[in-house]
């Protein structure tokens, strides 16, 4: 587990605000991703969960507040310029590019790279993480199944070779196998020095990986701790785990 004693956040969310069409959707969040942190941000369908990663990485303009990467900030800034300096999404619904090989898409997650040698390897290191996907290589994404493109997004993603990986709602709408893959390769992205900020629904499954935890309620951060600490709170218990 990662220490956050005197360091500097890689990550650090302050007064963090978002509108839509007039309407707030993030109030002024604050919470910081320490290097080699795991961190969950829970919460219901509504919370501003997403819209608060869309703003991040800079898909959305914010409100109010800062957001800081590297101990700058991004505020602003697109997230193509982003991906080059380790900074990757895995946005909510997959976003893979349909009409495109499962090679091809792969490929598109290393634009910013130059190293084909190194490239090659790294489509390699996917499709052992994925051996789904070696078998499909050459199949185009849109006629995969949901979770085969969840698999495709993440592979996609970690093309770009980033430190900081944001997940949105990876496990949404796929079946139990494919939920179980799906923290699988969150829990081994993690163990292999990636720093992770995952935005997820199934609040259980994200607190039992995640070194510390926040829970978003109505735009705003209303509890954090450690993840372990959380997943036995009786509130959050109540609120997020049906008990």
């Not at 839509?20 to 369908?45: H, P, T």
């Not at 303009?61 to 895995?90: C, F, T």
């Not at 196998?177 to 997820?200: C, H, N, P, S």
Request: hydrophobic letters at 40%.
């Amino acid at each position: 587990m990662a220490s956050s004693d005197n360091k500097t956040p890689m990550l650090k969310v302050s007064g963090l605000k978002v509108s839509y069409g007039g309407i707030q959707a993030v109030k002024g969040v604050d919470f910081e991703v320490f290097e080699g942190e795991l961190v969950s941000l829970i919460g219901s369908n509504g919370a501003g969960k997403t819209t608060t990663m869309k703003a991040i990485t800079g898909t959305l303009p914010p409100a109010g507040g800062d957001i800081q990467y590297l101990g700058r900030s991004i505020k602003g800034r697109g997230a193509w310029d982003l991906v080059k300096e380790g900074l990757a999404m895995v946005p909510e619904g997959r976003g893979v590019f349909t009409r495109m090989t499962i090679t091809e898409n792969l490929q598109m997650g290393a634009y910013i790279r130059k190293d084909v040698a190194a490239i090659k390897d790294d489509i390699e290191k996917v499709f052992n993480i994925f051996p789904r996907l070696r078998e499909r290589k050459d199949q185009l994404a849109g006629t995969m199944s949901g979770g085969e493109q969840q698999m495709l997004a993440m592979g996609r993603a970690l093309m770009s070779r980033p430190k900081l990986l944001l997940l949105d709602e990876p496990s949404m709408g796929l079946s139990p196998i494919m939920v179980d893959k799906v923290f699988e390769v969150v829990r081994d992205v993690y163990a292999q020095g990636v720093t992770v900020l995952l935005v997820e629904q199934n609040a259980s499954r994200a607190l039992a990986l995640a070194n510390r935890g926040y829970v978003m309620e109505s735009g705003l951060v209303t509890m954090s701790g450690k993840g372990q600490d959380m997943l036995n709170d009786p509130k959050v218990r109540a609120a997020y785990l049906g008990e």
